[in-house]
């Protein structure tokens, strides 16, 4: 079991400092169809698409800060993969990225364009998070897509944004899978009148299971239009008491309430997503999370959804 340390909210501070020097912040839009004071956070403006940058930015910014020379790898269902390929990039670290065999094309397909070395193995993510755990045995770095401080301290700088974009924000909704964004927004948001609620794809409820069991437990993973949220949490993760201790609920969506929220948004919206974001909306639309105590704001997380996938949920 890895030991990994438990960051604060003064590191989400200092992580907003990294991600300023190279992402724009992303815009709030109004969400009529879902509420009258519904707001989306638009991070499917990301330069990757996805919402994982901004952590990856901080983790990989760090390891290059304390050992310039140690190579990094990860393993990812292809949103965390993309943000540590462009961090690496832009700040000249050697990285290895670990995908399932049945990663998202459109994932695969941009995780190709950067110069970095990409492993496709086993079925699922946790196949993946093994193989790239013994990778790092041999002398890497393993960033955790969740298991990272520095990758929870970069998500949770979304908590900051939105605060200052949402006055009186009373209610942060996102997509939970390992819990590394829940965890920062819950951190950024610990003491405040903001609350951050965390939805997650019935077919891989694993976070809802360890909260009820009291401690991580292993669940069976189906297929999921949330692919990126699908997997165990690794044995230990930080995440776990994080979450139980500032994130106030953790709800669980169906698949078809899945393509429903993904229908809505291109429909009534304009806005494209992965399966995985769209759990945080569908978490809205089926009245899983209270609108009436003031400004809700849902984190579109990514929009890395291969066109086929989209175009079957469109019909």
Not at 85 to 107: D, H, M, N, Y
Not at 167 to 175: C, G, K, M, N, Q
């Amino acid at each position: 079991m890895r030991t990994v340390r438990v960051p604060d909210a003064s590191a989400i501070t200092r992580a907003l400092e990294v991600v300023r020097q190279h992402l724009a912040v992303t815009p709030v839009v109004p969400a009529p169809a879902l509420g009258a004071d519904v707001w989306l956070k638009l991070e499917t403006l990301q330069p990757t698409g996805s919402f994982k940058v901004r952590g990856a930015l901080v983790a990989v910014g760090a390891a290059v800060e304390r050992e310039p020379d140690r190579p990094i790898v990860t393993a990812s269902a292809g949103n965390h993969g993309l943000g540590v390929a462009f961090a690496a990039s832009r700040l000249g670290a050697q990285a290895t990225i670990v995908v399932p065999e049945k990663a998202s094309p459109a994932k695969l397909a941009a995780l190709e364009r950067f110069p970095i070395t990409l492993v496709r193995h086993g079925d699922s993510y946790d196949d993946a998070e093994r193989h790239a755990l013994a990778l790092a045995d041999a002398g890497a770095l393993f960033v955790s897509p969740y298991n990272d401080p520095d990758v929870i301290a970069g998500q949770g700088t979304i908590a900051l944004e939105l605060r200052a974009q949402i006055p009186a924000l009373a209610t942060i909704v996102t997509p939970i899978g390992g819990g590394g964004l829940a965890s920062g927004l819950g951190l950024a948001t610990h003491g405040t009148s903001t609350r951050v609620i965390a939805a997650e794809a019935s077919q891989s409820p694993a976070f809802r299971s360890a909260l009820d069991a009291g401690h991580p437990v292993t669940v069976a993973v189906g297929a999921t239009l949330a692919d990126g949220l699908a997997g165990n949490l690794e044995p230990g993760s930080v995440t776990f008491d994080l979450v139980r201790r500032d994130i106030t609920d953790v709800v669980t969506v169906s698949e078809d309430e899945i393509a429903d929220a993904m229908r809505l948004l291109v429909r009534e919206h304009g806005v494209v997503v992965e399966g995985s974001a769209a759990v945080a909306a569908a978490a809205v639309a089926t009245g899983r999370v209270p609108l009436a105590d003031g400004p809700v704001a849902i984190v579109l997380t990514g929009r890395n959804v291969a066109t086929a996938t989209l175009a079957r949920v469109l019909g």
